[in-house]
């Protein structure tokens, strides 16, 4: 499976963006997928996450109410919508898929490049 994410930039906070993650080949039926950010100097961290299905999403606790995860099947594409940006929102986004929702970034086995996040007070 290959993961590209896009939709990153420059927002002012309280500003919106919308990142997609296109993926092409095995497991878009029947594999999860989520969005981790990594701030400079630190670890990835989850954000956000989506079944196969569509039906099930879980947020960390920061992004419940700003963000909204979900999957276009027929464009294969997961999308996370962030609104009410903060500037600790700030990081390189990436999109990863896993055999379910999964928090850590252990249990997820492809990663797309990463889309680069700034948001500025």
């Known amino acids: 499976v290959q993961l590209q994410a896009s939709g990153g930039g420059v927002v002012q906070a309280g500003g919106s963006l919308n990142l997609s993650c296109a993926i092409s080949?095995?497991?878009?039926?029947?594999?999860?997928e989520g969005w981790f950010r990594q701030a400079p100097g630190k670890e990835r961290e989850f954000v956000a996450a989506i079944n196969w299905s569509g039906s099930t999403t879980f947020y960390e606790d920061d992004a419940k109410g700003r963000f909204t995860i979900s999957r276009d099947s027929a464009k294969k594409l997961v999308v996370l919508q962030m609104t009410n940006l903060k500037p600790e929102d700030t990081g390189v986004y990436y999109c990863g898929s896993a055999p379910g929702i999964f928090t850590v970034v252990s249990r997820y086995d492809a990663w797309g490049q990463g889309t680069q996040v700034t948001v500025s007070s």
């Open positions: 080949g095995r497991g878009f039926s029947t594999h999860a």
